[in-house]
C-alpha cells in the first residue's frame, strides 16, 4: 500500500509540473501575442522561466554584431533588493561556457559553478551570489544562435534537470 502512495503522489506532482509548464506557455504567448514591446516579451520570458524554474535569476543576453560579446537585454530576480545584470557585457573570449553555448548551439548546465573550470572567469560573481547550479540555454532567431538564456539557483544541491532544460530550450 505505501508503495502505491509514493506512486499516487509521484504522478500526481508530475501532472501538477505539467500544469505549471502549461501555464507558462499560456502566459508567454498571451504576451507575445498581445503586445508589441519587445523588451516587454523579454522581460515577461525571464520572469515566467525563473518563477516555473524556482530560479533564483534569468537573463536573456544577447550576441553583437561581431558575435564576440553578449549584451544582457532582460534580468528576472527572485530578490528584487539584489542588483540587476542589466546592461552587462559578457565577452566570449573569456567566458568557456557562454562560449560553448554559442559555438554549439545546445544547452549546458554547470553544476557548482563557483568551483567549475567552465565558469572559472565568473567564480568571486557566482560565489558572490551563491550560485549553485547554472543553466545556459541557446537563444535562436530562424535556426541561427543569437544569445543566450542564463538561469541559476542559489538552493544547495540542486541541478537542472534534462525536462527542466528541455522547457527552457522551448521557451527559447
Not at 29 to 40: E, K, M, R, S
Amino acid at each position: 500500500q505505501g508503495e502505491r502512495i509514493r506512486a499516487d503522489l509521484a504522478r500526481e506532482q508530475e501532472i501538477l509540473r505539467q500544469n505549471e509548464e502549461r501555464a507558462t506557455f499560456y502566459r508567454l504567448a498571451v504576451a507575445i501575442t498581445t503586445v508589441l514591446d519587445v523588451q516587454a516579451i523579454l522581460n515577461a520570458t525571464t520572469r515566467e522561466l525563473g518563477e516555473v524554474l524556482h530560479a533564483s535569476s534569468c537573463g536573456i543576453a544577447l550576441l553583437n554584431h561581431a558575435r564576440d560579446e553578449l549584451l544582457v537585454v532582460s534580468d528576472y530576480r527572485r530578490n528584487p533588493q539584489e542588483a540587476t545584470a542589466m546592461g552587462v557585457h559578457i565577452p566570449l573570449a573569456s567566458n568557456p561556457s557562454s562560449q560553448y553555448v554559442v559555438d554549439n548551439g545546445q544547452s549546458l548546465v554547470v553544476p557548482q559553478p563557483q568551483v567549475n573550470p567552465l565558469t572559472a572567469p565568473v567564480h568571486e560573481v557566482m560565489a558572490s551570489r551563491h550560485v549553485e547550479c547554472l543553466m545556459l540555454t541557446p537563444l535562436r532567431t530562424r535556426g541561427e544562435v543569437v544569445g543566450t538564456i542564463g538561469i541559476d539557483t542559489d538552493t544547495p544541491g540542486r541541478e537542472f534537470s534534462p525536462q527542466e532544460v528541455l522547457l527552457a530550450e522551448t521557451i527559447a
